[in-house]
């Protein structure tokens, strides 16, 4: 069993964090690929609108609901999808709008809020930040009992506090003084629709045809039929981020901004209590056992048969590869002192841009090979 897969076992959900490009969508399309080919049904969600995901699986398109992912594009990399693999891009605004669907009491009101210009303009707002809706799928898809794993790229880390926050803010707004106010019989809202305003309204209304007063008594009206879902599924979605089933991989490369979002976040979790699934590293440089030896130009030209100008300009390669491995070995040190995962997951610096579904195998050979393997796969791309 590899290192990853025992990290793993029994999750229901992994959330992979990190800064933006460190490799976070490869990342979780690999692990979703490597726990679908050991027999489970995964899901990996994104929040990303670009095509990463649906690049790195093969696949044109991804849409709002779960597709199943063709285990044919695998096997002629020698991987079996035992399990089912399945995929799928949030639409932030759609899923807002089925979550007023799922909780309205009837279908006039859910008709009602859904056509409201209030709702349509702060529903878009909502949606445009993304967290609380994808919380909220992924609790709708934990709670479907159709996958046995769902596998979530989260947006860059500073927004992935949000992600974390976005239960507790969602809650805080629909308890906060200023909703109750408005929702209050003899509140603001009463006062929003009273004889002064009531005329402005008027007049709006004859130049614009919009009849804001009736737009903001509806949907003050209608709001107050959904609160109760809205805290419901806000304290199930808390419940569900900090479950024991739930783990949070944290996604970084060894550069220094990723390196200080990585730890950043990572303290964040600690201080929520959100259960650590472990770190993972990409891009590394690694370095040889030989790494600190001198370079030796005469040796270099002599391999590549007495070529001394190709040979100088291999050793300075050579040497600034070896920079970069020093830099990388610092940094895996620090992210082991600070985050506190002592055996972190290293996925070396690949030769160009992982986009593809070669790409993807090959990331996911790095994460899910066992101790012995794993050392000899770092050594191959060692310098």
Known sequence: MSDLVARLEGMRVVVCAGSGGVGKTTTSAAIAMGLAARGARVCVVTIDPARR????????????????????????????????????????????????????????????????????????????????????????????GQFDVIVLDTPPSRNALDFLDAPDRLTGFLEGRALRLFLAPSGLAAKVVGRGTSVVFGVLRRVTGVDLMNDLSVFFAALSTVLDGFRERAAGVKALLADGATAFMIVTSPEREPVEEAIFFGGKLREAGMPFGGLVVNRVHPLAEDGDEAVDEAVIAAELGGDAALARKVARTLREFRVLAHRDARAVERLQREIGDQDPIIVPHLDGDVHDVDGLVLVHRHLFAEGAERSALLSEAAF
């Not at 999808?81 to 669907?101: N, Q, S, V």
């Not at 967290?131 to 992924?138: C, I, S």
């Open 53 to 144: 995901l649906a690049d790195a699986l093969g696949i044109e398109q991804l849409g709002s609901e779960p597709r199943r992912v063709d285990d044919e594009r695998f096997a002629g990399h020698g991987i079996t999808i035992e399990g089912e693999l399945w995929a799928m891009m949030l639409d932030p605004k759609r899923t807002f709008d089925e979550l007023i669907e799922r909780l309205a009491p009837d279908e006039k009101t859910r008709d009602e809020i859904l056509a409201n210009r209030i709702y349509r303009e702060l529903s878009g707002a909502v949606a445009g930040s993304q967290e609380f809706t994808a919380v909220a799928k992924l609790y709708d898809l934990d709670r479907s």
